[in-house]
């Protein structure tokens, strides 16, 4: 195999990826969920609150999620609590 085939390979399953990802907005290692998103990424588990957070009402949860995108991944993101009614989404990683 030779390397055009390879890229073509590795970008046909990156496409592959984004179609069936649910697409998130990380700041400083850290994402918000949806119930929906939530069950997805951790089936019948509960969120697990491991510290309280300024902001009345949000924690940071005892899960974490790893990231990846066209540029790489990020490791350990923790997941913050509550959820909300709606994750918050962008594509840029």
């Known amino acids: 195999m030779d390397r055009e085939q ?14 069936s990802s649910i697409p ?3 700041s400083n290692k850290h994402v918000h969920l949806c119930q929906e998103d939530w069950n997805i990424l951790f089936p ?8 309280d957070l ?9 899960q974490t999620v790893t990231l990846v995108g066209p540029k790489g ?16 989404k962008w ?3």
């Open 44 to 51: 019948n588990q509960s969120i697990t609150k491991k510290s």
């Open 91 to 93: 594509r840029y990683l």
């Open 6 to 19: 390879i890229r073509a390979i590795v970008r046909e399953v990156i496409e592959a990826m984004f179609e």
């Open 54 to 62: 300024k902001q009345t009402g949000e924690f940071a949860s005892e």
């Open 73 to 88: 991944a990020i490791q350990n993101v923790r997941v913050l609590g509550g959820l909300l009614e709606n994750s918050h």
């Open 24 to 26: 998130v907005g990380v």
